[in-house]
């Protein structure tokens, strides 16, 4: 008989193995989903983890794409992971990251087409505000209410996703171009535009932002009481209430500064590489960047490695859809595989496996 | 005057179709939750059972194959979240997340081929002179086999809860999951029931769907639904009947919110269709505050592990 034992103390070598195994088991199961396409298990796996970077014909374009998609998620990710550690929940990260595309936008439409060089500074600013707000309201929500997090954050994406498909038609909307949907493009407009810091390398302020942003909370989770708290109030509520941690501060910090950063990955990608608002502009970074955050281990330096690999399953994704006529869903099918994978091998951190002889034992 | 130009039969009728898909979900998902278990992947199982049931009904052409189709592509999914859950003792909540994540992915692969076709129709249910009352004929006796069977569905999951035997250990297990154990009762079979029971319904929420209500497949069709019937479990204080009460009540507003789109109200449409997110939103502040509180009815054991040290 095969019976589960409860660990005393979680392995610290399957936690750290683990994002590795479920990696490679993805990778696995996804080449068998390939070969049922009707593809070459081999040749799709090779183009999505390995040739955007190291193939000669592609790497050039692809190589710069790695940073492009991994800021934004190392951005969001960071801030979740230090929210789902006090068993925080906000699963409405898009949300935040489009309002905060918004804010941003917004504050860049209004000064066009003034110069200046403290235009991107306010709408950096804006950006994290909005996506502060926006989360705020599930946090208050909470706070005041005792209304769930969770339901509450998630129902806001769909709100927000309605708020920017009425800016890019409406008051965002390009008055020299009225006949299409959307904003000015704010590559164009200098004092706005998020612009690649060192050619062909895909670093943006969005990157520097996310570093900053990693170091800060490195730094916060094991150095800072702040970090402690979190982790108490995570593992045990009871604890850190009669050690005097307030649930309602810890709510609102620990959404405030996932949604901060949540809408300054949306202002950075709305300023750069996304360009305008459009109907179109929130491609899931939010909700990709939960898988982030616990392939990351819910550790901000783990996150930014989760980041870099699930940023590559974008652009791989985009390179076997070009080449190999994969479908593009088939890349969000191998992300959640990944979370299915990791989550199934956790069991070995906090259980041991025992082979005990039937009634014997 | 705008409400002038809608009948109230039709309102009535709309809504009651309006409200199918929710219920259903949320009727499986309060299963669920009465033994103990949050799963939060009903958005997943949803849109698993809209494509499914989609798929299976366009092939051989039956609507009626193409719901049981759904109802085990919701198990399916319901299973694998079981597995995590229950065997693997994993966190309840990214479970469910990933659940939905995998789900929607999964969908968008499985059904491209399938975007725009229309799907066979489901029959009226023929309910003879009952259909020609007037006003009530036309608001209540119109519709598809579904959206009676659903109403039933209520009736008996709270006649299984409050008055079976089976029904009372699983709401024993809900409540206190030591106690159950202790007391013999197996915990975990009785969740994995219930979990699976959950993603049939789930299941055929999305068919209701991508069958009837839409009458088509898209990619995400579900937009949100799943999530709505978490939201509606909890407003209904875990209680069958006011989980149907709810859904008609949201059903409304959404129908409602169609009709002032379609007459025209000078009011830009993305504002118009936020609104069921928002008084979904409301109405879980509503009942999760005050003297009332939903929350002091919440099993007693939702969403917390069990695993029997012995």
Known sequence: MIRLEKRKEPSRIWRIANPFLAVALTMIAGGLMFAALGKDPLVAIRLIFFDPLFSETFASYSRPQLLIKAAPLILIGVGLAIGFKANIWNIGAEGQYIIGALFGAGVALAFFPAPGWYIFPLMILAGAFGGFLWAMIPAILKTRFNTNEILVSLLLVYVAERILAAMALGLMRNPDQPGFPGSRDLRRYEAAHNAELIANTGMHWGGVAAMIAVIFAYVMMTRHMLGFHVKLAGQAPRAARFGGVSPARLVVICLGISGALAGLAGMFEVSGPGGQVRIEFATGYGFTAIIVAFLGRLNPLGVVLAGLLLGLTYIGGELAQMILQIPGAAIQVFQGMLLFFLLALDFQTNYRIRLTRGAAA | ?310
């Open chain 2, 1 to 310: 005057m705008i409400f002038g130009s809608i009948n109230p039969a039709v309102l009535m009728a709309a809504l009651m179709v309006a409200a199918t898909p929710i219920l259903l979900a949320a009727i499986g998902e309060l299963v669920v939750e009465k033994s103990g278990v949050l799963n939060l992947g009903v958005e997943g199982m949803m849109i698993m059972g809209a494509c499914m049931g989609f798929i299976i009904a366009v092939n051989p052409g039956s609507p009626l194959i193409g719901f049981a189709g759904a109802a085990a592509g919701g198990m399916v999914l319901a299973a694998l979240f079981a597995l995590l859950t229950q065997a693997l003792m994993t966190n309840q909540v990214a479970s469910g997340l990933a659940l939905t994540l995998f789900g929607l992915g999964l969908t968008a692969l499985l059904g491209q081929q399938y975007v725009g076709i229309t799907p066979p129709r489901t029959p009226r249910l023929d309910l003879g002179p009952l259909s020609e009352i007037p006003f009530l004929g036309r608001a209540f006796f119109r519709h598809d086999i579904v959206v009676y069977l659903t109403v039933a569905l209520v009736g008996a999951v709270w006649w299984f809860l409050k008055f079976t035997r089976a029904g009372m250990i699983m709401r024993a297990v809900g409540e206190n999951h030591e106690a159950a154990h202790a007391l013999g009762y197996h915990v975990k079979r009785v969740r994995l029931f219930a979990i699976l029971f959950g993603g049939a319904c789930a299941g055929l929420g999305g068919a209701y769907l991508s069958l009837i209500r839409v009458a088509g497949w898209t990619e995400g069709m579900t937009v949100g639904a799943g999530w709505i019937a978490l939201a509606l479990v909890v407003f209904a204080s875990w209680r069958p009947w006011r989980a149907m009460a709810g859904a008609y009540l949201f059903g409304g507003v959404v129908v409602l919110q169609l009709n002032l789109q379609a007459a025209g109200v000078r009011i830009p449409v993305e504002y118009l269709s936020m609104s069921p997110y928002l008084i979904t939103i409301l109405v879980l502040v509503l009942i999760s505050s005050g003297r009332a509180r939903a929350s002091l009815n919440a099993p007693g054991s939702l969403n917390k592990p069990f695993h029997a040290s012995s």
